[in-house]
Nanobody
Framework: QVQLVESGGGSVQSGGSLRLSCVAS????????MGWFRQGPGNVREGVAR????????YYADSVRDRFTISQDNAKRTLYLQMTSLKPEDTAMYYC????????????????????WGQGTQVTISS
């Protein structure tokens, strides 16, 4: 049974930090893409950060660049999202996704390209 279990969400004040984790199990990982997405109240889902399975290439949405860091520990089958300098507009449900397909050698923020999804962890930032 495939599972992606996120944790680390919570409520913090503006300027604070959180570290999200996503532990994968139930499938054999391939050399593809992994990413974090979020969906805020009344908003569409958006890609936040993505990483190649070998960790060589990382990409961030403009809204989080220089504040968020995506990383992975393949031995633990865990994907992380370190979030700093958090803002109220970062308030959202955060989802991890794995087994993303590459197009022309690149990962993308198109949610349809990711096969497995976690259940989400809520992040709430107060001003």
């Amino acid at each position: 049974q495939v599972q992606l279990v996120e944790s680390g969400g919570g409520s913090v004040q503006s300027g604070g930090s959180l570290r999200l984790s996503c532990v994968a199990s139930g499938y054999t990982p391939s050399s593809n893409c992994m990413g974090w997405f979020r969906q805020g109240p009344g908003n569409v889902r958006e890609g936040v950060a993505r990483i190649d399975a070998d960790g060589t290439t990382r990409y961030y949405a403009d809204s989080v660049r220089d504040r968020f860091t995506i990383s992975q520990d393949n031995a633990k089958r865990t994907l992380y999202l370190q979030m700093t300098s958090l803002k109220p507009e970062d308030t959202a449900m955060y989802y991890c996704a794995t087994e993303g397909r590459k197009f022309y050698g690149y990962c993308s923020f198109s949610g349809d390209t990711y096969r497995y999804w976690g259940q989400g962890t809520q992040v709430t930032i107060s001003s």
